[in-house]
């Protein structure tokens, strides 16, 4: 009877179904179905984009969609988490002043302010273009990324002897890659810390071939100037297309654009005012649609404050305690609409005041439901992360904490509607949040139901911060791997915090001391961008530097199946040409900076497993990274990546130090 469903009903059953491989599965029973499925190149995949990741908009290549998002949330679950650095070669072209002066000597390093974006080039997947910015000082770093070449002259080839194999390795490192192209802007010449970017923002564009066009981009200084200009990284040309006029305020603090099809610009004056601009009006000096006054009683001044769509904006001010003020930009003025106040006590019952830190919203699309700006996060000085919804009466509909860490919070990124990041103020933590229901994606689901457990209960339950999730306890083929997939699930699964302590790969002309090697870095995170809702990556702002971490399975990129996950999630890392760095860098030394290698080599990561509230604070599992090739030549060596001391439920590269009284370093096990 299945088989004479008409096409739709099918379509709509598909929307049902739990994984991807359960879409593939049907297509095998017979050949009616395989034709509806395959119809279209796949489009009935859609359906199972669309009620899986219904957070995500993507474009409408849907096999490859569907196999980029489960990769990813995959990742996730297994904490499989790659750091870079992201760090500018040495002949990056320069644009505007051909060499700038510093005309003060800052003590610190520059604090980055980041934005990204990605768009579709093509009629596939991997055919797009990716660019980052940055303020890094008083200059502007833009890079642009062809995906569809990007890192394609570092392709392994097949292995063949290994003095040849080494010799491929040594020439990999030393080119450069193929679709990136790099630029420095800075128009000035004599600069000071009144001249640092305090804001920037990369507007999409997807005219030209990458690299060649100019890109679109707004910045602001700190002396408050705020330009509209249009840079080309390929050709080296800068056109200043528009020009905001923030009035006599000699103090820009930051700068919020809002994503609507009627952007809107923000600038923070002094933290006493926000002035709101119509970013793409016609005239080439813009002056402030409206202004909103943030000062209560002549002195204080606001904290924090956020665009949520292109006409409200949130702002938590140092005159009002435990409050957030929501307000709307309409044809007469900007007006108060909401105040999200919290109670005088917190969940547990005791007194504490805070302020909010960090405000953002979190994505809308059209199956989400819902308004934008409707719902939004908010980091509050208590540490911790509480959900706000304007259709609800209550001051907040759900709260996330870190039951380790109560530092305060500088950032927050959400992922779509899957997950958020939160940057903490100290130990340069990121700290992962999973916000997925109960009827989200896992990859567990993809295995096949066990056949003696069809008498016994299969449910596992696991309690997070913002309610209970339901998984089906899967079976797989061997025994070893049964009770690694049976012990992962035996535990409720805890959110972590990942700590980007790793200083940056030396350059050959830095001259610092020997002894800063040992150093580590313990400040904030202070900026997060991610390219797309649909990307892999994650681009992080710490002190002087930019981190990308990228969200993939060593599984993956060192399986099988690698040439589609180097093609289409844009990560450029050349496993082989990583594995030699690796192997030739001792520990504690950093290989010299070349133009590739920089962007190639991961490097280390430790983390921690947040306890549950329930738990006191009991329970917390560190956790260390290998280094990559030693996963990859385990992979080579064993043909199916078997890894013996991985623990369950992590990626592979993840080991444990201390495993009950057993002290555990790099990888070898010795009595404590």
Known sequence: MFLDLPSDIVYHIVSFLSTASCVHNLALTCRRLHEIISAGNYRIFQAFVQSRFESIDVPPFWVDAARALTSRSRAFDRKAIIGRFVLPPQNARRIGHPRTVRTDHPTLGYRPVIDSYEVWCGNNWHSRKEVLVWGAGADLNIRVTDLSLYGKNNKREHRVEPDIEVARHRRSIGRSRDGVTWAVFNDLHGVNSWDDIAGVHAVPSTYGEPGTESEDIIFGRRNGSLLRMAISP??????????????????????????????????????????????DAEEDELQPLDILKTTAHGFARHKCSRLLCDERIAVGSDSAIDTIRVYDLTPTGVTRTRDF????????????????????????????????????????????????????????????????????????????????????????????????????????????????????????????????????LQNVETPASEKILKDSLRYPRRDVSVFLSNRPPVRPSNRAPLFRDNLRYRGPIYTMSVPSPSSSTVYVGVEANVIRLDFASTDDITGPHRQWYEQNLGLGLDVDATAYADANAGIGNHLPVHSSSSSVRPFDLSCYERPLPEDRGKGVKLMMQHSLHKVVGSWERDGDGANQGRVPGWDPRWWQPLVKGKKRVRGRRTRA
């Open 234 to 279: 390929g050709t080296g040309s800068s056109v200043l297309k528009k020009r905001y006029i923030t009035g006599e305020s000699n103090s820009l603090e930051k700068t919020d654009l809002s994503a609507g099809p009627q952007r809107l610009l923000a600038a923070t004056l002094g933290r006493r005012a926000i002035a709101f601009f119509r970013a």
């Open 341 to 472: 106040k919290m109670d005088d006590s917190d969940e547990g019952g005791l007194m504490r005041k805070s302020q909010v830190q960090t405000i953002e919203p979190l994505p809308v699309t059209s199956r989400t439901g819902g308004r934008a700006g409707d719902l939004f996060l908010a980091g509050w000085e208590d540490s911790k992360v509480r959900l706000h919804d304007l259709r609800s009466p209550k001051p907040y509909v759900s709260s996330y904490i870190d039951t380790v860490d109560d530092s305060l919070i500088y950032v927050i990124q959400p992922i779509g509607r899957e997950c958020f990041l939160v940057g903490s103020g100290i130990n340069a933590t990121v700290k992962f949040f999973d916000m997925r229901m109960p009827n989200r994606y896992s990859y567990l689901d993809a295995r096949p139901a066990p056949l003696h457990s069809q008498n016994h209960q299969n449910h596992h339950y696991r309690q997070t911060s913002n309610g209970f999730h339901n998984f089906q």
